[in-house]
């Protein structure tokens, strides 16, 4: 069955450090790979995605991702975190079909200290 | 374009009542999902729709949830009788044909009392 594992469910980082937040997925085909994110109170905006081509997507906010075929994962990455970036994170794969339905992982919450 | 309309943002109701939310997806997409989130089940797909018509609603906790998207542009969830622990935040999303990126609406944040 398809899964997504995201396996940290909490990470703090200071601002301005660097940031890498873990996915692995399961799906015997290749897979459409998805980040969102969440501030609270909001809903779920895309970050970025990846389809097919180039394995690392860049994305909005300064995010970008590298899909790892052999790793099954697509980690989500930032080379300097800001404090606005305090969110929920959530991985997603999009199964190969047209009704376009996602498995989404437990999501990672984020924390940014000063 | 106005994305993915939900309402309304805020409902609260007491334990029985019938509870309606609504949605409006984006204006040619073609599949349409609900979805809850609570911080103990975090976000759980509830039912989804593929071209008006429901494909798979396993995630419907009971009998109590209906959904339904009498035309492209609308649909609702029902839950009657609400329960206390119906409460959380419920999210409508919306994708087009052949993709699988999903939009999300703002939620409505439904409390049970």
């Known amino acids: 069955a398809q899964s997504v594992t995201q396996p940290d469910i909490h990470i703090t980082v200071s601002e301005g450090a660097s940031l890498e937040l873990r996915c692995n997925y399961s799906y015997g085909a290749t897979p459409y790979l998805f980040w969102y994110v969440q501030s609270p109170g909001q809903g779920l905006q895309l970050l970025l995605k990846?389809?097919?081509?180039?394995?690392l997507v860049q994305g909005i906010k300064g995010f970008e991702a590298e899909f790892k075929r052999s790793q099954s994962s697509f980690n989500l990455r930032k080379p300097s975190v800001h404090w606005s970036d305090a969110a929920e994170y959530f991985c997603?794969?999009?199964?190969?079909?047209?009704?376009?339905?996602?498995?989404f992982g437990q999501g990672t919450t984020l924390q940014v200290k000063p | 374009d106005a994305g993915v309309i939900q309402s309304p943002r805020h409902e609260v109701t007491e334990m029985g009542q019938e509870v309606t939310l609504r949605c409006k997806p984006i204006?040619?997409?073609?599949?349409l999902f609900w979805y809850r989130q609570t911080m103990m089940r975090g976000l759980e797909l509830l039912i989804y729709?593929?071209?008006?018509?429901?494909?798979?609603d396993s995630g419907m906790p009971e009998d109590r949830f209906s959904a339904k998207m009498p035309n492209a542009s609308f649909s609702t969830l029902k839950i009657q009788p609400s329960e206390p622990r119906d409460s959380a935040v419920y999210f409508c999303?919306?994708?087009?044909?052949?993709?699988?990126?999903?939009?999300f609406g703002p939620g409505t944040r439904l409390t049970v009392l």
């Open positions: 990846y389809f097919s081509g180039d394995t």
């Open positions: 999303a919306s994708s087009g044909q052949g993709y699988n990126e999903q939009f």
């Open positions: 729709f593929n071209n008006n018509v429901p494909i798979d």
């Open positions: 997603a794969v999009g199964l190969t079909s047209n009704t376009g339905k996602l498995i």
């Open positions: 204006s040619g997409h073609n599949s």
